[in-house]
């Protein structure tokens, strides 16, 4: 299994990055992939994710209305566009993988704790 994020970069306050998960050795259908963010110092908390077999998507208040999850499952690939960034939003960024099936018995947002599989993550720094 592995997962391999791609993207990150620095960027201006009000800029946008697009971050992709390229996703490998597993049933894509069968997964949910989650979009996770560490900054220094604090702990990794999930930020979006979707459901690879129906399509549903889900956000974390914070990030509402500025990121958008989308998925392209002939490319076994996930992504997160990023809008409007600001510089809270600097951190690493993980993608993460978790099987549908318990998504939807757990809710959004999924404590780290319970993905099955992770990516070595991408930095996203904002500079104001």
């Known amino acids: 299994v592995q997962l391999v994020e791609s993207g990150g970069g620095l960027v201006q306050v009000g800029g946008s990055l697009r971050l992709s998960c390229e996703a490998s050795?597993?049933?894509?259908?069968?997964?949910?992939i989650g979009w996770f963010r560490q900054a220094p110092g604090k702990e990794r908390k999930g930020i979006s994710c979707i459901d690879n077999g129906d399509g549903s998507t889900y956000y974390t208040d914070s990030v509402k209305g500025r990121f958008t999850i989308s998925s392209d499952n002939a490319k076994n690939t996930v992504y997160l566009q990023m809008n409007n960034l600001k510089p809270e939003d600097t951190a690493v960024y993980y993608c993460a993988a978790l099987r549908n099936t318990i998504l939807t018995y757990l809710g959004w947002p999924v404590p780290s704790s319970g993905m099955d599989y992770w990516g070595k993550g991408t930095l996203v720094t904002v500079s104001s």
């Open positions: 050795g597993f049933t894509f259908g069968g997964y949910a």
